[in-house]
C-alpha cells in the first residue's frame, strides 16, 4: 500500500465553527438531527470535487484543510507499483492521450489529473477515489455479496472480496474480528470457478496445495454464505473487508453501529481504533458508547482520539471539542464507565441524581407529564454518579463537551463543605457568593439536633412491638427500634422534614441558596429526600417505596414537579449557542 500521503487537520462548518481533527480517530457525536450525517457526506462531496470547484449545496460544511506527505513524485512510483501505470487508450470513463492509473473500482485516471489534485485544499478530485473510504449505513449490508473472479496475469483485484481472495493476511483479519463479535470467522472460497464466494464458519480441512482434495472442496461448499447472514454479521464483515482491502489514508463511517448489538459495537469500536497503526486517520458519525468506548480501549497518544459534540440552534452548528486528555477520563473512570453516562453525549442534556432509583422516580415523572410543560428535559439522558461526592466531577466533565448538565440532590447537599464547594465550582459558581445565607442554614439545622428522650421513645418502641405478636423481631422492626433509640441530628430532621423546618429569616437564606444553585443548574428537593414526596406510602425500605409509588402511579401528581418544570427551563436557556449561554 501507497505510503499514507493526506491527512486532514481542520474542519471548517458554515456557521464558522471548526473541528480540530486528530491524527486518529474524531468521533461526531451529538442528540439528534444536529447534522452528523450531513457533515460526513458533506466532507466526502468536498473532498470528491475537482480542485476549485465551487460548492453550492452544502449546509453544515464550508471547508476543511488537509496536508499532504511526500511529494507527488514519490507518490506516483509508489502507485505504479502497486497498481501498475497503464498506456493511453480507452477506459470506463473516456479515452485517454497519455499514461494512466487504474484504481480498484476500475476508475481510470490520468497522471495529470493526479497532478492537479496533488496538494489542493479544495477537492481532491479523482484522488479522493483512492484516498478517501466512506461507507455510509445505506450501502454496508451488500458489501459481502459475490463477487466475479479476476485474471490475475493481466488484471489486479477491483473489489476487498478479490482483495481477501489475493491475500490470505487480510482474510486472517477479517476471520479474527468476525470470530471476536459473532464467535462465529469467515473463509474465502478460492475453489468455486467464476465466483469468489465469502462463507460464514471455518473449514476442518486444510486447502492444501492444487488441486484441493474433494473433501475439502465438499466441506466448504457446505458452508453457508455470508450474504445470506443476519444483517449484523454482514455490516460488520462487510465494512472489514473494505477497510483492510483498501487501507485508505482517510476512513470515514456514517453510523457504524448500524445494524450490531452492543458488544458487537464495541469490537469493531476497538477494530477501528487499530487503524491507527496502519496510518489510517479515521472520522466517523456515531449515536453508541460501544462504539466510543471500543475506540478508547487502546491508549492513545497524545491527538489520537478526540470527539467533536455538533449542536445546531437557530440552523446554525456548534462544536464542543473534548481533549485527547478528557476522553481518557471519559472511558478510564469508572463513575463514567458503569454508571451508563457516556449516552449523555448523544442526548440534549444530562440529568445526574445521587442514585439510580432518583433517576426512575424523576424520569418517570417527566415522561408522564402531559402537554409540553417538561418538554426540555424530556430529552435529557438520566444517569447517577453513586452519590454526592461524584457528581461535581460528572458536571465539570459533560460541560467541558457542552453538554447542559443539571445536578439534583437531596436537602443535605449542603452539609458537607468540601462536596458543596466542588459542585458550585464545577457547576461554574462561586461558593462565596453565598456563604453567609448557606452558614445561616447550617446553624439553624445544627441547632435542630434531638436528644433521646424516655418518655417518647418508649411510647415509640411499644407501638413498633403492638405491630406484631411473631415470637422473632423481623428486621424491619428491628431497624425502628434502633432508629428510636439513636439521637437524631439536626440534618436527619431536616431530610425528613425539608424546607418546612426552617423558619424567619433562615428560610429567606435557603431561598437565595437554591436560588443561586438553580442559576448554576443545581436543584435541591426542598421535600429533604425522595421518600418524602409521598408519605403515605411505607419508607423502611426505598426499594420498596419505589416499587409501590411506581405501581400505583403516585408519581403523575407528583410534588416534584414545579422543580423538574425550572430544570426543564434551564435546559432550554443551556440550549442557545454556546458562546451566547
Known sequence: MTSRAIKISTITLKSGAQIDVADGITAIVGPNNVGKSSLLRELVQHLSRQPYEQSTSAKVVASYEASFSGDFDAFTAELTEELGIQPPGQYMHGVFTENAFVFGNGTAVPLSQLASSWGSNSGLGMLSQYFTLYLNAEGRLGLT????????????????????????????????????????????????GSMIHLHAGSTRLSPGGLPVSMEYQQEINALPLLHEQGDGMRALVGMAMSIVAGQAPLILIDEPEAFLHPPQARVFGKFLAEQRAAGSQVIIATHSEDILSGLTSIVADTDDVSIARLTRHENKNYVAQVSTGDVRVLFDDPL????????????????????????????????????DELQDVQGAHFTHAGGKSRISKAIKTFRAARVPAVAIFDIDVLQN????????????????????????????????????????????IDEVFGRSTARELSTSHASLVREAVTPKSGWKVFKRAGKSMLSGGVVTSYDEVTKYLESLGVFILEQGELERLHQERTQTDKAAWLRDVLSNSDFVSSPALQMLKRVSTFIARAQVAPEES
Not at 440529568?351 to 424523576?362: K, L, M, N, P, R
Not at 415523572?365 to 402531559?370: A, F, L, R
Not at 459542585?423 to 442554614?441: F, T, W, Y
Request: include cysteine; aromatic fraction near 8%.
Open 145 to 192: 455479496t459475490d463477487t466475479s473472479s479476476y485474471d490475475s496475469y493481466n488484471a489486479k483485484p477491483s473489489n476487498p472480496l478479490q482483495q481477501l481472495w489475493a491475500k490470505p493476511e487480510l482474510e486472517r483479519r477479517v476471520d479474527e474480528l468476525s470470530k471476536k463479535a459473532f464467535k462465529t470467522g469467515v473463509t474465502v472460497n478460492r475453489y468455486s
Open 336 to 371: 463514567i464507565k458503569y454508571y451508563d453516562m457516556l449516552n449523555g453525549l448523544f442526548s440534549t442534556a444530562v440529568v445526574v441524581c445521587e442514585a439510580d432509583g432518583d433517576c426512575t422516580y424523576y424520569r418517570a415523572v417527566v415522561e408522564s407529564s402531559p402537554g
Open 417 to 460: 463543605d468540601s462536596e458543596f464547594d466542588a459542585i458550585v465550582l464545577a457547576a461554574g459558581g462561586d461558593p462565596k457568593q453565598i456563604e453567609g445565607h448557606r452558614n445561616n442554614v447550617l446553624t439553624a439545622v445544627n441547632a435542630g439536633t434531638q436528644k433521646v428522650k424516655r418518655v417518647p421513645v418508649k411510647a415509640e
